[in-house]
Each structure stands twice: as C-alpha cells, then as structure tokens.
C-alpha cells in the first residue's frame, strides 16, 4: 500500500505562483512513474505531469507545459508540482498519484494510488 498525502494548495492570482508537495509513503518500492491530475468542478479528472523513478523523462499535458514543473525528490519520497504563469482555468484539486508502470503513463486508469487532492484557485 502506497499513501499519499498533497499540500500547498491555495488562492494565487493570475500570473502568479505556486508550489504543491506530495508526500509518499509505505510500499514505495514499487512506485515508477509519479504524476499530477486535476479536477475542476463538473469536468472530470485530466493528466498534468509525469516524472519517472530517476527524475530525468517527464511529461506534461499541452495546457501546462511551458508553466508548470514537476520534479521528485526520491530521499525524501516526495513528488512536487511548480506551478507558474498561473491562469484562471488552472482552478480545480490537484491530485498526486503513483504508477508501476514504466512506459510513460497519462490515462487515470494507469495509476494505482492516489492522493486526497488539494484546492488550488486562481482569481482573475
């Protein structure tokens, strides 16, 4: 079992900045790929940011790429999100989640363990 546990989320304005942690725990030893999701109210959950177990191949969705950074921390078993140029459509909870599999994964149903969200809001 993998736990996961987000912070850092908040009210920023557009054009501001942010920086959303996740911590992991328990079996971590089976985690590859670590990414980020969000949700914005009535959508359903879309793929931000992929970064594999070494940290050196990520991946992002075409809305954030350019603005947001995702890095990991193995020593510290954590995975982070640097959010930047921030816009009002980037409002929604932000999820962390884990993969076991190491061919790049961006579909929901590719990540066995999630996080409870954070709330990130961006004002116009």
């Known amino acids: 079992q993998v736990q996961l546990l987000e912070s850092g989320g908040g009210l920023v304005q557009t054009g501001g900045s942010l920086k959303l942690s996740c911590a992991v725990s328990?079996?971590?030893?089976?985690?590859?790929?670590m990414g980020w999701f969000r949700q914005a109210p009535g959508k359903e959950r879309e793929f931000v940011a992929t970064i594999s177990r070494s940290g050196t191949s990520t991946y992002y969705a075409d809305s954030v790429k350019g603005r947001f950074t995702i890095s990991r921390d193995n020593a510290k078993n954590a995975v982070y999100l640097q959010m930047n140029s921030v816009k009002p459509e980037d409002t929604a909870v932000y999820y962390c989640a884990t993969s076991p599999y190491a061919t790049r994964p961006t579909t929901l149903q590719a990540y066995d363990s999630w996080g409870q969200g954070t709330q990130v809001t961006v004002s116009s």
């Open positions: 328990g079996r971590t030893s089976s985690i590859v790929h």
